[in-house]
């Protein structure tokens, strides 16, 4: 026996305690293995030293760092273009890991004026208790920005596609004065990704809901920082100590679903702009949001800036009585308050995702009662629209005996 392989146990107990030796193969496997571990063991102390500074490679602690992660993270900064990217536990925590390192007492940040809703909570409720300001400003039409930047401000936080009204970031101009002023722009693509990559155009970083899209099967919830590697490395510290990081097993889940991101991203940004022409024809739809429709106010700047118009598509259709005649009128396309599964789903941002906000300041914004999100998936187009066509002439029998 050589003085590295284990003693055969004695005991029954000790055989069934101690973990097995590793797998003695040569073979690789086709798909990454699912390692649940939740510590390693170094060789070691001048191990432990070489790994925390990363002279060695390998990991201590999931919290910190393990395989399952690195491997997502490493696809998402390959399709982002990033130099670095970090897993966390959810969107939520991607943007607390990416914003809180940047932000102390009295700092301020800059905020796209329409975001998803929670977002606009943390900054406005979580980050204010915190002593941190913010003001906000209209990403699509950035032309104020600079008449709100102050010497405390540390970021500005946008959306590529704003949730619900799919508003196109000018992230060109805001990155530029970004970079003139010194603070890192940081983009939420959830609504865009493998359609925009924000980094070419001179965001910092770029976060995710791995939840939404890059999972694409409404069976985990994750989320990504990718950008550049001294921010991401101060978004890891901050998860670590904050216990924002994601775990192996839905790590795994989301390198699964990532493998068909680009195809489903094609099929279900041509479904959603044929349906939307298809709702822009109908009297009983008041307004359509979908960035490539020439009715869009930001029709030309997404033509540029994205290489397929996504899977989001939002109607307007009356008030909330019309907007429940909709979803109860269309049994097979859940209301599902999330989005970026294969199937279609719909949700109601007034009272789902930007639930709890000002009234008058979503009405400003054009976030109305009669506002659906569409999030469309990957079911045949036309069977989609005859059920849509079914639901919208149900919504006008709801309009009329409320007329009589
Ligand atoms: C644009 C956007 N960013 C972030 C999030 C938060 O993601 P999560 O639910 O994974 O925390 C969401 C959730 O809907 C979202 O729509």
């Known amino acids: 026996m050589s003085s590295d392989e284990a003693p055969t146990p004695r005991s029954v107990d000790t055989l069934c305690a101690r973990a097995p ?42 919290r910190e760092r393990h395989p399952n992660a690195d491997q997502l993270a490493a696809k998402i900064a390959a399709l982002e273009g990033a130099e670095s990217a970090l897993v966390c536990a959810s969107g939520m925590a991607a943007i607390s890991a990416a914003i809180l390192p940047l932000l102390g007492q009295g700092d301020h940040l800059l905020l796209a004026a329409e975001l998803y809703g929670k977002t ?7 980050l204010a208790r915190l002593g941190i300001t913010h003001t906000t400003f209209d990403a699509a039409n950035p032309s104020d920005l600079a008449s709100k930047i102050t010497p405390r401000t540390r970021a500005i ?65 994750l989320g990504v920082v990718a950008g ?37 991203m094609e099929r279900a940004s041509r479904t959603a702009h044929l349906l939307g022409q298809r709702f822009e024809a109908e009297p009983r739809v008041r307004r359509v949001w979908y960035p490539l429709l020439d009715s869009h106010p930001d029709s030309q700047r997404a033509g540029a800036l994205l290489s397929a118009g996504g899977s989001m598509l939002t109607i307007e259709i009356g008030g909330r009585a019309e907007v ?36 008058q300041t979503l009405e400003r914004l054009g976030i109305v009662p009669g506002v659906v999100r569409i999030s469309v998936g990957l079911e045949d187009p036309e069977d989609l629209w005859r059920e849509f066509a079914g639901a919208l002439a149900a919504v006008e029998r709801v309009a009329r005996e409320g007329a009589r």
């Open 21 to 62: 030796a590793p797998a003695n193969t040569s073979s690789r496997p086709l798909v990454p293995p699912l390692e649940l571990a939740v510590v390693y063991c170094p060789q070691d102390l001048g191990h432990v030293d070489a790994l925390y500074d990363r002279s060695a490679q390998g990991y201590i602690y999931a």
């Open 120 to 126: 606009t909570v943390l900054v406005a409720r979580e």
């Open 324 to 359: 429940d005649a909709f979803m109860r009128a269309l049994p097979s396309i859940p209301f599902a308050p999330s989005l970026g599964d294969v199937q279609t789903t719909l949700s109601h941002p007034c009272t789902t995702s930007h639930r709890g906000q000002d009234p």
């Open 157 to 221: 936080l946008i959306e590529t596609l704003s949730n619900p009204l799919l508003r196109v970031a000018d992230l060109a101009s805001i990155a530029l004065a970004a970079r003139a002023w010194g603070v890192p722009l940081i983009v939420d693509n959830t609504f865009a990704p493998v359609i925009c990559r924000p980094i070419e155009q001179g965001a910092a970083l770029v976060v995710h809901s791995a939840t939404k899209m890059i999972g694409g099967h409404s069976d985990l919830t």
């Open 228 to 264: 550049l590697a001294p921010l991401v490395e101060g978004a890891r510290a901050t998860a670590a100590a904050f216990g924002l990081t994601g775990n192996p097993f839905e790590s795994w889940l989301a390198l699964r679903g990532l493998a068909t991101l680009p195809v489903r």
